[in-house]
């Protein structure tokens, strides 16, 4: 996986993947100092304690098909975000643009 970014966006590509019902991503984020969720969303299959608390996690691909999807951390729970401004685009590989405002990415950022 690459990455890099600009003052707007975070960019992120995955080479060659095609996501379907049998191939899941899911990038957990980590952008804000206080909250978050320290477990993976149970909801796409086995749920794990990630290293740090996540505050929102970018999805696509799994067995419910998802569409690229971006969820924010609500306390206990995985809330999709309406609207969202980030999206994925996928041709020979996966080329994912998240918005840094929409993700509360002014700092530093962790992901897995």
Do not use: C, K
Not at 34 to 41: A, I, K, N
Request: aromatic share 10%; glycine share 10%; net charge negative.
């Amino acid at each position: 996986m690459w990455g890099t970014w600009d003052a707007e966006r975070l960019y992120l590509a995955y080479p060659g993947q095609a996501w379907g019902t049998e191939s899941l991503l899911a990038i957990y984020l980590d952008t804000v100092t206080d909250g978050g969720l320290s477990s993976t969303m149970a909801s796409l299959g086995n749920a794990h304690t990630l290293p740090f608390a996540a505050d929102f996690a970018f999805v696509m691909g799994g067995p419910a098909l998802e569409e690229p999807t971006l969820y924010t951390a609500e306390p206990g729970v995985w809330t999709a975000v309406d609207a969202q401004a980030s999206y994925a685009v996928t041709q020979l590989g996966t080329e994912i643009v998240l918005d840094r405002a929409e993700i509360a990415a002014s700092g530093p950022v962790q992901m897995v």
